[in-house]
């Protein structure tokens, strides 16, 4: 087996709601900086409380010395208020950015000035030039809005001749996607790197709800295991971390440019993961 640089990897945080989560959240972020990440991003919620808890991770992350990426999306947001939100960014030395479209939260909420995250992008390349470092997200099984595989590709496209300089997946388990997009992107003259977005596996009920959300495809095998494990969380978590394992082992095997890894503001099981893929700190 392979080693790997800790420089492979960047992590991703929700900002916490409570105090608890905050206090928690303080102890996982110094367990995975250890891992010396390339990164640490933050969600942004649609509404306006988790967008302030988005800046304060942000500025937190980023003052101990670990770059910090805000996502930033659409969803609500106005073209001033974005502007607003860059500025503040640029101050405080901020210069990774995660640009959505987000999803509208069902309620009144007004979609915002920018249909596309591909308007997004053009528009903080427009206000910022090259400052930030643009990742934007993809989707090797297909986006669950896309009105095929074909457009989707397309609209993904428009999102990296605005300006993106990385891309993100969505998590996946079939690895084949992930490397049949990738070929995509080669055809298509797309050379940005396409980090493959990781979800570690701790419990099923919640991420086959997740899955069917997103998009993201639990294979039939996968459920099929993951079910017969029934309140066995041991069984689930081990079965899950030999399975996320060989995954992101076969991934920078076969050439991923690094690993993305939705934490759930939870540190063991993703240390666990790079343990068995023994990173070097
Ligand atoms: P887009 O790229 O705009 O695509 C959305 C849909 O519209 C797709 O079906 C696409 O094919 C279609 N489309 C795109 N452009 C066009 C066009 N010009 N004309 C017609 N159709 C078009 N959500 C949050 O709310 N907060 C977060 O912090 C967050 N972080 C995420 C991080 C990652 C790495 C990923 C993969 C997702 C994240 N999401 C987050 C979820 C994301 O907001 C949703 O998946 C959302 O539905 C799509 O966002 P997008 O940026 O991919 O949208």
């Given at each position: 087996?392979?080693?790997?640089?800790?420089?492979?990897?960047?992590?991703?945080?929700?900002?916490?709601?409570?105090?608890?989560?905050?206090?928690?959240?303080q102890?996982v972020?110094?367990?995975?900086?250890?891992?010396?990440?390339?990164?640490?991003?933050?969600?942004?919620?649609?509404?306006?409380?988790?967008?302030?808890?988005?800046?304060?991770?942000?500025?937190?992350?980023?003052?101990?010395?670990?770059?910090a990426?805000?996502?930033?999306?659409?969803?609500?947001?106005?073209?001033?208020?974005?502007?607003?939100?860059?500025?503040?960014?640029?101050?405080?030395?901020?210069?990774?950015?995660?640009?959505?479209?987000?999803?509208?939260?069902?309620?009144?909420?007004?979609?915002?000035?920018?249909?596309?995250?591909?308007?997004?992008?053009?528009?903080?390349?427009?206000?910022?030039?090259?400052?930030?470092?643009?990742?934007?997200?993809?989707?090797?099984?297909?986006?669950?809005?896309?009105?095929?595989?074909?457009?989707?590709?397309?609209?993904?496209?428009?999102?990296?001749?605005?300006?993106?300089?990385?891309?993100?997946?969505?998590?996946?388990?079939?690895?084949?996607?992930?490397?049949?997009?990738?070929?995509?992107?080669?055809?298509?003259?797309?050379?940005?790197?396409?980090?493959?977005?990781?979800?570690?596996?701790?419990?099923?009920?919640?991420?086959?709800?997740?899955?069917?959300?997103?998009?993201?495809?639990?294979?039939r095998?996968?459920?099929?295991?993951?079910?017969s494990?029934?309140?066995?969380?041991?069984?689930?978590?081990?079965?899950?971390?030999?399975?996320?394992?060989?995954?992101?082992?076969?991934?920078?095997?076969?050439?991923?440019?690094?690993?993305?890894?939705?934490?759930?503001?939870?540190?063991?099981?993703?240390?666990?993961?790079?343990?068995?893929?023994?990173?070097?700190?």
């Amino acid at each position: 087996m392979q080693s790997h640089p800790a420089q492979l990897f960047s992590f991703e945080f929700y900002p916490p709601k409570t105090e608890e989560g905050a206090a928690s959240l303080q102890v996982v972020h110094s367990k995975l900086a250890a891992l010396k990440p390339d990164f640490f991003s933050v969600t942004f919620g649609a509404g306006g409380s988790t967008r302030d808890k988005t800046f304060d991770t942000v500025v937190d992350i980023q003052a101990k010395g670990i770059a910090a990426a805000p996502h930033l999306s659409c969803v609500a947001s106005t073209k001033d208020n974005i502007c607003a939100i860059l500025t503040n960014y640029q101050q405080h030395g901020i210069a990774k950015i995660v640009a959505l479209r987000g999803d509208l939260p069902s309620g009144t909420m007004s979609a915002g000035e920018f249909r596309y995250a591909n308007e997004l992008v053009e528009f903080i390349r427009l206000e910022t030039g090259d400052y930030f470092d643009i990742h934007v997200a993809a989707y090797p099984e297909v986006h669950p809005q896309a009105a095929n595989a074909a457009e989707d590709f397309k609209n993904f496209k428009r999102k990296v001749d605005a300006g993106a300089n990385s891309a993100i997946t969505q998590y996946f388990y079939t690895a084949e996607a992930y490397f049949y997009f990738v070929d995509l992107c080669e055809k298509n003259g797309i050379t940005i790197p396409i980090v493959p977005g990781i979800m570690p596996i701790t419990q099923y009920s919640q991420l086959f709800r997740f899955s069917e959300m997103c998009g993201a495809d639990i294979p039939r095998w996968m459920r099929k295991r993951l079910e017969s494990f029934g309140d066995d969380k041991t069984a689930v978590q081990a079965f899950g971390l030999d399975l996320v394992s060989g995954l992101c082992q076969r991934l920078l095997d076969g050439g991923a440019p690094s690993l993305h890894f939705y934490t759930m503001n939870q540190s063991a099981p993703t240390v666990a993961i790079l343990e068995n893929l023994q990173i070097k700190s």
